[in-house]
Every structure is written in structure tokens, then in C-alpha cells.
């Protein structure tokens, strides 16, 4: 690694450092202002007023009513009790559940978990050629009398590839069949009307969006249908009895902020990490023959590059970039010895898929170290030895 140069940060779908306004709004709530939100007293009342003014933030980031948000310890959590508690509060109606195979495994394994209780789930899978998009047609074809939930991904966190959420949100509505969507890599970088788009129930996390790690929301539809369900964590009744327990309010502070800060930067941010994104990939692609692109390019995020370098693993390629942080989109793991499921969902060819890494730039990024960055991709995948991977594909979703 250079002794002059810092590391490159290019892993933003991993995770996105704590913005400096969202760190100066939750530091008072980790000094002095430390009440239980739940508490009646003066400390508790200050506390519960940062909570509700966080609620505010997070609904005017998607259209929503403050009523409508649940926080959450992140995603994962909310992906859990949306699911199983639509499973739970509605089995009397049906029991049969529509998903996507290459979803995070946030939704697939609370769904395996449904499958193993007696739940049918229909399996889809992308169409060929289309990078990973789910379309409405798809859910269309899919549906039954007795579906209860779709849940399919916004925007692919691996890929960044946007899947058709306004049309499937308007055909379930219309079908009267509730609607999630895990949205944790799109809430904050484009745009999100939960009306407009007939969402039932939507996941995010704040560390996605330039806040703390810990904190994250459930958005759950009050009208036009409500939406119930059975509560995942019992105990103490916070969050309208749907998520029992003392509230992180140095964490829900900071999502508020996160969110209302990427309200204001959005559109701008969007179209210089684009710009930026595009740059880095018309370099690599142009200078390392056989490379490509995993997903859609024309329905994805404006900050996510999935790109696999053929006859190179890339955990042996970020081995030897260690100035560079990127994930091997397409590593085997020890145990199962296969590539991303994602990758195989979408038909990436085996010895691309064990070559991919996906780089996501975020509001850090700077164009120097992004011209940095293609210098030193270029000469490492050059300098590799072209081997073909040996790991088997196969496997459930």
C-alpha cells in the first residue's frame, strides 16, 4: 500500500460513514440528554421529543405519515417483522408468499423460515437478459387467491439494479394483496412516494444513508389498506406494541438527520456519483479485455458497479488491492463453495461470476481518488495470473 496516499473507500453498500451533521445531532443525546423516551419525566420528555421529530424526518424522506414509521435496531430486523408478521396476523386468509430468489438474505431466510412452518412461496426468477428486474407481469403471473405478501427488492445491493416497485405496488393494491419492498439501498438516493408506489411496508436502515449503524424503520401503511401485524418482540409495548423495547434515541436521532440530509442533497449527489461511476467503468471496461458489467445498466443506482474480470477470483484481486475497499460480489464461500446467489440469479457465466467486485462510490468520493482507483484496478487485474475458478455452482435460493 502507499506510504503517501490514504485508502480508497469504494464499499458504500457495505455500509457509509456517519455524515458530520448527523454526528453533531446525535452527540448531545450521548452526553447530557439521556432520557428513557419512554419515561414521563422532564429527561424522558426531551428524549421522546428528539424521537418524534426523528419520526418526522424519516416520513417526509418517503411521503409518509409519522404514524407510519417504526423504528428498529436496521433492516434485517424490519424485513423480519414485516414478514413474519404479515405471516402471522393474515395466515387465517392464505398462506402462500411471492418473492424473488435474489433477494438479501433478509427476506429469503425469514421466508425459508415461513416455508419450513407450512408457507408456500413462489420462487422467481429474473428474466434472462434483464439484469435482475422483477416486473409486475411476473408478480401478475405469480399470484393466487390465497397470496397474502410480495416482497421484492427495490434496488439490488449487490448489482444496484432496480426492480419495477410502482407497477407490482399498483397491481397488488389493485389485487388486494399486501405489498413489501426492502428498499435499504434506494431510501435516501432517489425519490420515494409510499403512496404513489401502493407500498404496504417498506425496510431501510440508517447506515445506508450516512447515519449510525443500529437504527433503522419499518414504514407500515395506517390506511388504504392498514396494515397489521403480529409483533416480533413483546415487552414493553414502544413502537405501538410493534417492537417492544427501550428506544435508541442517540441512533433514531441520527436516522432522522441522515434522512433529512439526504432529502436536501439527493438529486445532486445522484448525478456526480453517476458521472463518477460511469468514468471508472468506461476505463476498466476499455482497458481489461473480457471484463463486463453485472446487471441492468439502464434500470440501477447511479453509484453502483458490479464488474467481473474474467480468469481472476476476486478475493484474490482485493487481496492484492488493499488501498482499495470494494467486496467480492462473486466469491465462493468456505462452506458452501459458491458464487453470489445474486449473480447466478441473473446469469452471469461461472468464470465471471467468481470474478466479481462491486465498487460503490458514496458522497465522499472524490474524483481524484476515483482516477486513483482506475489506475490501480488496471494494473492489478493486469499484473494477476489468469486462472479459472474451480468453485461449484448450484444450489437454492
Same mark, same amino acid.
Given at each position: ?248 434515541? +442517540? ?70 488491492? +488493499? ?75
Amino acid at each position: 500500500m502507499s506510504t503517501t496516499n490514504p485508502p480508497i473507500y469504494l464499499d458504500y453498500n457495505a455500509t457509509t460513514p456517519v455524515d458530520p451533521a448527523v454526528l453533531e445531532a446525535m452527540l448531545p443525546f450521548l452526553r447530557g440528554t439521556f432520557g428513557n423516551a419512554a419515561s414521563a419525566h422532564a429527561f424522558g420528555c426531551e428524549a421522546n421529543k428528539a424521537v418524534e421529530q426523528a419520526r418526522q424526518q424519516v416520513a417526509s424522506l418517503i411521503a409518509a405519515d409519522p404514524r407510519e414509521i417504526v423504528f428498529t435496531s436496521g433492516a434485517t430486523e424490519a424485513n423480519n417483522l414485516a414478514i413474519k408478521g404479515v405471516a402471522e396476523q393474515y395466515k387465517e386468509k392464505g398462506r402462500h408468499i411471492i418473492t424473488a430468489v435474489h433477494e438479501h438474505h433478509a427476506v429469503i431466510d425469514p421466508i425459508h423460515k415461513l416455508e419450513s412452518r407450512g408457507f408456500e412461496v413462489t420462487w422467481l426468477r429474473p428474466a434472462p437478459g434483464s439484469g435482475g428486474v422483477i416486473t409486475a407481469a411476473q408478480i401478475d403471473a405469480a399470484l393466487r387467491a390465497d397470496t397474502i405478501l410480495v416482497s421484492i427488492m427495490w434496488a439490488n445491493n449487490e448489482t444496484g439494479t432496480l426492480s419495477d416497485v410502482p407497477a407490482i405496488g399498483a397491481l397488488c393494491h389493485e389485487r388486494g394483496v399486501l405489498f413489501h419492498t426492502d428498499a435499504t439501498q434506494y431510501v435516501g438516493k432517489r425519490p420515494v412516494d409510499v403512496n404513489a408506489a401502493h407500498i404496504d411496508l417498506l425496510s431501510a436502515s440508517a447506515h445506508k444513508l450516512y447515519g449510525p449503524k443500529g437504527a433503522g424503520f419499518l414504514y407500515v401503511r395506517r390506511k388504504g389498506p392498514r396494515v397489521r401485524l403480529d409483533s416480533q418482540l413483546d415487552g414493553g409495548g414502544q413502537e405501538r406494541g410493534y417492537r417492544s423495547g427501550t428506544l435508541n434515541v +442517540p441512533g433514531i436521532v441520527g436516522l432522522g438527520k441522515a434522512c433529512e440530509v439526504a432529502g436536501s442533497l439527493m438529486q445532486d449527489e445522484s448525478a456526480r456519483l453517476a458521472a463518477l461511476r460511469d468514468r471508472f467503468e468506461n476505463e476498466l471496461l476499455s482497458q481489461i479485455p473480457g471484463s463486463q458489467i453485472n446487471g441492468s445498466r439502464e434500470h440501477r443506482l447511479s453509484h453502483v458497479c458490479n464488474i467481473s474480470f474474467p480468469g481472476i477470483e476476486s478475493e484474490t484481486l482485493l487481496a492484492a488491492l +488493499p488501498d482499495i475497499a470494494g467486496s467480492a460480489g462473486g466469491a465462493c464461500t468456505s462452506a458452501q463453495k459458491q458464487a453470489s446467489h445474486v449473480l447466478r440469479a441473473i446469469g452471469v457465466p461461472e468464470d465471471l461470476a467468481y470474478g466479481a467486485v462491486r465498487f460503490s462510490l458514496g458522497r465522499f468520493t472524490t474524483e481524484e481518488e476515483i482516477s486513483r482507483a482506475i489506475e490501480r484496478v488496471i494494473e492489478t487485474v493486469k499484473k494477476q495470473p489468469n486462472e479459472a475458478a474451480s468453485c461449484d455452482v448450484g444450489g437454492t435460493p
